[in-house]
């Protein structure tokens, strides 16, 4: 296994790990996982600086949308009185995405 995919592999576990709603011995016993590996990987998950997206929002316009423009010109249209709840969950979507 090269250096990527072990660690692919164990960042995809930590991610699992999160959404679960498991601790860490209760996902490690049911996936057999060693846990003083996996704790090992968390923590360097941990210690990784933010994944940074550039994106450009447009100014507020008369019908109260937001444009967020992400690379490669794609645009979500975004209503101004949801922004602070829905612009995380699409921050979170993206970052999860396979960088390609």
């Given at each position: ?31 057999q ?15 990784k600086p ?51």
């Open positions: 296994m090269t250096e990527q995919s072990k660690s692919d592999f164990w960042m995809m576990h930590v991610t699992k790990w999160k959404d679960s709603g498991l601790s860490q011995t209760a996902y490690c016993r049911e996936h996982l060693r846990l003083s590996t996996f704790t090992y990987w968390r923590g360097k998950e941990a210690k933010p994944k940074l997206i550039p994106l450009s929002v447009s100014p507020r316009s008369t019908d109260e949308t937001v444009v967020v423009t992400l690379p490669g010109n794609a645009k979500i249209h975004l209503r101004e009185s949801t922004l602070e709840r829905t612009l995380p969950m699409v921050l979170r979507l993206l970052r999860e995405q396979p960088e390609c």
